[in-house]
């Protein structure tokens, strides 16, 4: 696992100075054990590793062809063993072992089909010195980072936002659209980022840029769901045979493999199908001490049932304060999924044992593991009703005070799923920006970022669709981004055997009604995990890494919330008195406003570091900033 930065010039030899070097020492945590660097007239690129595979051939930028073409990678391909081997019958040659080089050999041949034939996560810059092309790609799902700001004379390019924002030449104008949609989401949407002028390759997306010309980005995968009904037996053994080999190859490495370990049957399931290949794997829980907070007990209860060892840890607030200045400033963009904090102690805690540690990301989206996903089985007394009668009762349900029972179902049951589907969250509504932004002359819908989605998904069923919904939106924009800053913060390398091209062929042809029932979510993965977990996790519902947010602003982060917003240079963003009134109403018990507050809050923090470099942050910070600043 590593991390990469370069740029292209439209005109040949434009003096960099050091800056490659210096776009490259922040990303020194996503790998410490190695850096490299080429130039040529056109393509400056810079590299970190983090040694996982023990080979002296894993230095990069890497060569191919007697240099003609160049590389820098930053993930792993679970099946470049049979790609080499192929490309090997071909008559093709190689110097290394390594999956980088197989990469790049395969791009010789096959120029941009290269990326249907990988199976793993990726994101990487091949430079063509003949032909003067840059090629780039990020996997399917988005598990691997890949920021571009293309500008007049020079694109850069990098595997976190701050290594861009180190060149100087970018304006840190704020992104008033992305404002409005993290306000409603929690998090960016892709392309988007909060710098107006840098972006995100999509996932899936490759792009080629030839030096004096425009970025051509192209899709070469979107999720798509070919349903069909199968014998339920049939579907377990399927399932359990393509997550076995997906564990087995998510667990190659020469050096320690860990894994993470909730209450839920997600990495339980994970943990038990890795124990089958290393029975001394080291498991990883954190919690709180709050009650109902903390999945540290079921954890340790699932270890000693599947006979693993299990490393857990309680989070206090005083520390969780105290790290978040070092989170938000690895998150690059504001995330406000609390979920992050105890993602990143938990991180910090498998280091200190583990290079390389397997997680359940993607379970909830590819098997129908959300809560929300069993809306359409309660909304189903609404099918039948004509039209006008649904307008009727959708305005009777405006009309009733908020809190009164039954409000909440009928406005649901009698609004179309494009109108009141977004994601897993849904924190302010357009209204609600309306009070909260002082400048609101374009007041950005979040559906012009679901309606494309929704397009797509004319054809499925409304579970289905709510799936694919999350996957272009939550899974990127949350889970993943999260889950990669969290972990490579610690120089961690995290790896998602559900997030795999195999698992999401048996997975997206799964019928609804075996993956949502009256009862249950994720139904058919909780039968094929029979018998392999341990029966008390088999129908828990998982809390997943729960954060006492909460109770927390009510008591222990009262005072420090309210000084955050009162001292915040954000008067022409926010009406403060808004956010103020939010908290008081909090406070007061009227209403749970703390997903509302928490995202205000990481926003003002996210601003105060990176647009206006003015928060107190650790001396390590401190020395990361002044590169950002050019001193």
């Not at 992104?175 to 409005?180: A, F, K, Q, Y």
């Not at 929690?186 to 030096?211: C, D, R, W």
Request: net charge negative; aromatic share 12%; with cysteine.
């Amino acid at each position: 696992m590593c991390g990469f930065v370069g740029c292209i010039r439209n005109k040949e030899n434009i003096d960099l100075g050091n800056i490659i070097e210096s776009m490259n020492m922040l990303i020194e945590h996503r790998g410490p054990d190695d850096e490299g660097y080429y130039a040529d007239g056109n393509v400056s690129l810079g590299f970190r590793r983090l040694s996982i595979i023990a080979l002296e051939s894993g230095h990069q930028p890497l060569s191919y062809e007697n240099e003609r073409y160049w590389i820098v990678f930053n993930g792993e391909i679970y099946n470049y063993l049979e790609l080499r081997d192929e490309l090997l019958q071909l008559g093709y040659e190689f110097t290394t072992e390594s999956d980088t080089e197989v990469v790049v050999g395969l791009y010789s041949v096959y120029k941009e089909e290269v990326v249907s034939r990988l199976r793993g996560m990726f994101s990487f810059l091949i430079w063509d010195k003949h032909l003067k092309i840059l090629f780039g790609a990020r996997d399917p799902f988005g598990i691997k980072p890949f920021y571009y700001s293309e500008q007049e004379d020079i694109t850069y390019f990098a595997s976190e936002e701050k290594s861009i924002l180190a060149t100087n030449e970018i304006r840190k104008d704020l992104h008033r659209e992305s404002l409005h949609h993290y306000l409603s989401f929690q998090y960016v949407p892709e392309p988007a980022t909060m710098i107006t002028s840098i972006k995100k390759l999509p996932s899936g997306h490759y792009f080629t840029k030839k030096a004096g010309k425009q970025l051509e980005i192209k899709s070469y995968w979107k999720p798509s769901f070919p349903i069909k009904i199968s014998e339920e037996n049939k579907l377990i053994t399927e399932i359990q045979n393509v997550l076995r080999d997906s564990v087995s190859k998510h667990m190659i490495s020469d050096v320690p493999v860990g894994s993470f370990l909730s209450g839920g049957i997600d990495s339980s399931f994970i943990v038990a199908l890795a124990k089958e290949i290393h029975p001394k794997i080291k498991t990883f829980t954190v919690g709180f001490a709050n009650e109902g907070f903390s999945e540290v007990d079921v954890a340790n209860e699932t270890a000693y049932a599947l006979n693993v060892e299990n490393h857990s840890y309680i989070i206090t607030p005083d520390e969780f304060m105290k790290e978040l200045p070092n989170i938000i400033y690895h998150m690059d963009d504001p995330l406000a999924d609390p979920a992050a904090i105890p993602l990143y102690f938990v991180s910090r805690e498998a280091r200190k044992q583990v290079t390389v540690v397997l997680s359940g990301e993607g379970a909830d989206e590819l098997f129908g593991g959300y809560n929300i996903y069993r809306e359409p089985h309660s909304l189903r007394i609404f099918n039948g009703l004509p039209m006008f009668l649904k307008q009727i009762l959708l305005k009777l349900s405006k009309i009733i005070p908020d809190g009164v029972k039954g409000k909440s179902f009928l406005e649901r049951g009698t609004t179309p799923l494009e109108d009141r589907y977004i994601g897993n969250a849904k924190i302010f509504e357009q209204l609600e920006k309306e009070r909260l932004l002082v400048n609101v002359a374009n007041l950005f819908d979040y559906q012009k970022v679901t309606n494309p989605i929704y397009q797509l998904s004319s054809e499925y069923d409304p579970i289905t669709t709510m799936q694919n919904v999350d996957i272009h939106t939550w899974l990127r924009g949350d889970i993943l981004l999260k889950a990669d800053r969290m972990t490579m913060a610690h120089s961690l390398e995290l790896r998602v055997p559900f997030l795999d091209k195999e698992v999401f062929k048996i997975a997206s042809s799964i019928h609804p009604s075996y993956k949502v029932t009256d009862t249950t979510t994720k139904y058919i993965l909780r039968k094929a995990a029979e018998g392999i977990v341990p029966h008390h996790v088999l129908n828990r519902k998982k809390l997943g890494f729960p954060v006492p947010i909460r109770h927390w602003l009510k008591d222990e982060m009262y005072d420090w919330a309210k000084n955050i917003i009162q001292t915040s240079d954000t008067e022409h963003i926010f009406n403060k008195q808004e956010v103020l009134n939010l908290l008081e109403e909090h406070c007061q018990n009227k209403k749970d406003n703390s997903r509302k507050i928490w995202t205000v809050i990481v926003f003002i923090l996210w601003y105060q570091m990176f647009v206006e470099q003015t928060s107190k942050q650790s001396d390590e910070l401190k020395i990361k900033e002044t590169v950002l600043l050019g001193v």
